[in-house]
């Protein structure tokens, strides 16, 4: 495979929005009128690494929020110090990956006691780390996160 979609049904039970968020976030990398294209233009995209909503492309500091810890610990397993640059990532996790980044990950060789049994917990947690080291993960491969709008929202 070239590229595969990621998804996640946002039905985490602190969300009132999750149906919304999944839809936008489906609608902007899935449109029906357009995917094949928004597709086939992602994979001939050489320095594109994921692709997702243009609005869900969140930058900064200040959206590490209780996952930096966990989120270098991760990224020491590929030797990657992101220290120089500023965190970058998918929110919403709804995004096209391409294979070279899914073989980064592989490299975690994550196991299934990496990952702590959530009870709740809307942050702080591995799945939320993992989602902010990819941004990481891209640049690391000399790659970038490519947003996209659908063609009902373009701008």
Same mark, same amino acid.
């Given at each position: 495979?070239?590229?595969?979609?990621?998804?996640?049904?946002?039905?985490?039970?602190?969300?009132?929005?999750?149906?919304?968020?999944?839809?936008?976030?489906?609608?902007? +990398?899935? /449109?029906?009128?357009?995917?094949?294209?928004?597709?086939?233009?992602? *994979?001939?995209?050489?320095? %594109?690494? @994921?692709?997702?909503?243009?609005?869900?492309?969140?930058?900064?500091?200040?959206?590490?929020?209780?996952?930096?810890?966990?989120?270098?610990?991760?990224?020491?397993?590929?030797? +990657?110090? /992101?220290?120089?640059?500023?965190?970058?990532?998918?929110?919403?996790? *709804?995004?096209?990956?391409? %294979?070279? @980044?899914?073989?980064?990950?592989?490299?975690?060789?994550?196991?299934?006691?990496?990952?702590?049994?959530?009870?709740?917990?809307?942050?702080?947690?591995?799945?939320?780390?993992?989602?902010?080291?990819?941004?990481?993960?891209?640049?690391?491969?000399?790659?970038? *996160?490519?947003?996209?709008?659908?063609?009902?929202?373009?701008?």
């Amino acid at each position: 495979y070239e590229a595969v979609c990621k998804l996640h049904s946002k039905k985490s039970p602190h969300l009132t929005f999750g149906d919304e968020w999944r839809s936008e976030l489906i609608a902007e +990398i899935l /449109p029906e009128d357009n995917a094949g294209v928004i597709l086939n233009c992602f *994979i001939r995209t050489d320095d %594109a690494g @994921i692709l997702v909503s243009a609005n869900h492309i969140l930058k900064g500091e200040q959206w590490w929020g209780q996952n930096k810890e966990k989120a270098m610990g991760l990224l020491s397993r590929l030797n +990657i110090n /992101p220290s120089n640059s500023e965190l970058q990532f998918p929110s919403g996790s *709804i995004y096209w990956m391409k %294979a070279s @980044i899914i073989e980064r990950i592989k490299s975690l060789e994550l196991t299934l006691d990496d990952f702590e049994q959530e009870s709740g917990a809307t942050d702080g947690t591995t799945p939320h780390a993992f989602e902010r080291i990819l941004g990481y993960l891209c640049a690391d491969s000399g790659l970038h *996160i490519q947003g996209v709008y659908s063609s009902r929202r373009q701008q």
